[in-house]
């Protein structure tokens, strides 16, 4: 298979910035919806996969080359997995300190002592023609009793890895994407790449 170039799903320059400099080394051109003026495609499912999927296959189909899509959100055992997929829209206006104090009160009135929780991402590479890839990541840990941490971004300051004692706003980018779970959604997509270009 021939990758020169991928659209990347998404309007987030952060996250068009991240795929760009992954996707670097493989000599693959980046070209992000936005650029390429195509809608945003709504998320209408209720898993990390039917959403990155519906996304991917919807601008693949659209523009004619291969799409690469994610979706990804934090689960909290207590809450039943909530807010998963729509961790985004859970903060209201997308403020997450709001978001963050939301779901710690929640946490704190719920019965469970437990304070078990995931970032869940999975990825999706949709062909033009049909087709779709998906690698996944995942990263266990715990939520901490106070926001703590100025990095990152979302949920990262109340997300402490498991055999870690930080949170995630307190790990450095790199340290973070070592052990995130959209870091290892990008090593699954990336053993794809190397073996199919191999
Ligand atoms: P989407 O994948 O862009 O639909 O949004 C996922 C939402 O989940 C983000 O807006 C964040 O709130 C949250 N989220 C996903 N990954 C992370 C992360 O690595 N750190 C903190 N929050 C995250």
Do not use: W
Request: glycine share 10%.
């Amino acid at each position: 298979m021939k990758f020169e170039k991928i659209v990347v799903a998404s309007h987030n320059q952060g996250k068009i910035n991240e795929f760009k400099t992954m996707l670097e080394p493989y000599h693959i051109e980046v070209v992000s919806a936005g650029e390429l003026e195509l809608p945003d495609v709504e998320e209408t499912g209720t898993t990390f996969e039917e959403n990155a999927r519906l996304k991917a296959e919807t601008l693949a189909a659209q523009c004619g080359l291969p799409c690469l899509a994610d979706d990804s959100g934090l689960c909290v055992n207590a809450l039943d997995g909530r807010p998963g997929v729509y961790s985004a829209r859970y903060a209201p206006n997308r403020d997450f300190n709001k978001g963050m104090e939301m779901l710690l009160a929640e946490l704190s009135k719920s019965r469970s002592k437990d304070r078990s929780a995931y970032f869940a991402c999975v990825l999706a590479l949709a062909m033009p023609g049909g087709g779709c890839q998906i690698f996944e990541g995942r990263v266990d840990g715990e939520i901490a009793l106070e926001p703590r941490g100025a990095a990152g971004f979302g949920y990262d300051p109340i997300f402490v890895p498991k055999g870690y004692d930080r949170t995630f706003a307190e790990f450095s980018k790199e340290a973070k994407n070592q052990i995130s779970h959209r870091g290892r959604a990008f090593g699954q997509f990336e053993n794809f790449l190397k073996a199919s270009l191999a």
